[in-house]
């Protein structure tokens, strides 16, 4: 199964986020056959190895970041 994680470097902000949930949810309606998860580089969750660990668990064998 194929999976896209949208990788973004964080911020202290929560509201920073807003963008990319948004950009993530628009993902899922236009592809409903890729696994689509956030991840950030810092002050923010999950990490990338959270992600790619959650992704892995859900059946994504292929993982475009």
Known sequence: MKAIILFG???RDARW???F????GLWRDQHPNTLVELAFLEMMQPSLEEAVAGLSSRGANQITI
């Open 9 to 11: 470097h964080g911020a």
């Open 17 to 19: 986020r807003e963008p």
């Open 21 to 24: 949930d948004r950009l993530a």
